[in-house]
């Protein structure tokens, strides 16, 4: 069993940079695909991001394309999302995710293939 801890979230103005990180432990971190999800208030969870196990693909919500880059370094079994350019409606509690099997592709992955779950960390920006 895998397991996720976020870090890195606070309070940033408009224009401003955030950027998150995910410790993963429990299981070989290397060879699953990872992603990011957010969850505004009085809104469902909505997918932000996610990388293959080599970082060879990535994927990206079109409302954060060019804002925000996601990586991994398995040596460290870490995720990170660099989020620049932030706006107000960026404002959620973000997640980070690990798939369910290994080397799932990415360009088709979706919230059920998702496995394992952290427990958020919140991102607030301020106009």
């Known amino acids: 069993q895998v397991q996720l801890v976020e870090s890195g979230g606070g309070l940033a103005q408009a224009g401003g940079s955030l950027r998150l990180s995910c410790a993963a432990s429990?299981?070989?971190?290397?060879?699953?695909?990872m992603g990011w999800f957010r969850q505004a208030p009085g809104k469902e969870r909505e997918f932000v991001a996610a990388?293959?196990?080599?970082?060879?693909?990535?994927r990206y919500a079109d409302s954060v394309k060019g804002r925000f880059t996601i990586s991994r370094d398995n040596a460290n079994n870490t995720v990170y999302l660099q989020m620049n350019s932030l706006k107000p409606e960026d404002t959620a509690v973000y997640y980070c995710?690990?798939?369910?099997?290994?080397?799932?592709?990415?360009?088709?992955?979706?919230?059920?293939?998702?496995?394992?779950w952290g427990k958020g960390t919140l991102v607030t920006v301020s106009s």
């Open positions: 995710a690990a798939a369910r099997n290994a080397y799932t592709v990415v360009n088709t992955i979706r919230g059920p293939d998702f496995g394992t």
């Open positions: 429990g299981r070989t971190f290397s060879r699953y695909a």
């Open positions: 990388i293959n196990w080599r970082s060879s693909g990535t």
